[in-house]
């Protein structure tokens, strides 16, 4: 009976169906930054609104290749970083910025960043991916820290959120003599969520056999006394 209670309470803990939030202001900031032995440095910066926003830069030396991207767009941003070296040294990092505020909806109470990091590294090869967040209410912090993968938060409606969000990925590689790969990203999707139906179905219809049980169970131990 335990295990099923478990099972139901699970399942409405991690069913939610995800939506778009409605932002009251955005500012996007993304910046792209690359070096490479042998090459000329690469720079580049996007902000908005409008949106979408992006940023690219590329270095390419003869034995020494650096790359990075940033994307910015409505409850979405995207980082990436590449460096390849061959005798040299390369690096490059992306990084993209949102700052927004919002009211929650009392039917959809949980903030969510789904983030997704990946990376890559062989030889001297270096990387790093990383996403800090800020949620604020008026003056009162809520969270202020990094966060490593999916995280949402319960937020109580008719009341003016601000979230701050720097997203970033850094490689790099190479040193005299040493050959290096390094490849990192991320992403975050920025949504609003919901407990689905499903769920709450799932769990009366798990809490009612259990009832059953139990007063069976004690009707059998009254007959016994």
């Given at each position: ?8 309470v699970a399942a409405l803990a991690l069913s939610t ?46 034995a020494n290749i650096a790359i990075a991207g940033a ?155």
């Amino acid at each position: 009976m335990k295990r099923v209670l478990l099972v139901c309470v699970a399942a409405l803990a991690l069913s939610t169906e995800a939506r778009a939030i409605t932002f009251l202001t955005t500012q996007f900031d993304v910046n792209a930054v690359t070096t490479a032995d042998g090459a000329p440095p690469g720079i580049d910066h996007a902000s908005g609104p409008p949106t979408p926003v992006s940023a690219e830069a590329v270095s390419v030396g003869a034995a020494n290749i650096a790359i990075a991207g940033a994307i910015g767009a409505p409850g979405l941003l995207s980082t990436s970083a590449e460096a390849s070296a061959g005798g040299g040294i390369a690096s490059a990092a992306g990084t993209s910025h949102f700052l927004g505020t919002f009211l929650m909806s009392a039917a959809e109470p949980l903030l969510v960043l789904d983030f997704s990091p990946t990376s890559f590294a062989s030889g001297s090869g270096v990387t790093s991916t990383f996403l800090f967040a800020s949620l604020t209410a008026g003056a009162t912090t809520l969270f202020d820290d990094l966060i490593t993968g999916r995280w949402s938060y319960i937020l109580a409606p008719g009341v003016t959120y601000s979230l701050d969000l720097t997203l970033s990925s850094e490689a790099s590689a190479g040193l005299p003599a040493t050959f290096g790969d390094a490849s990192s990203s991320g992403l975050v999707a920025i949504t609003s969520a919901v407990p689905l139906p499903a769920p709450w179905f799932l769990l009366l219809t798990g809490l009612g056999p259990i009832a059953v049980m139990r007063k069976r169970a004690a009707q059998v131990r009254g007959r016994v006394a």
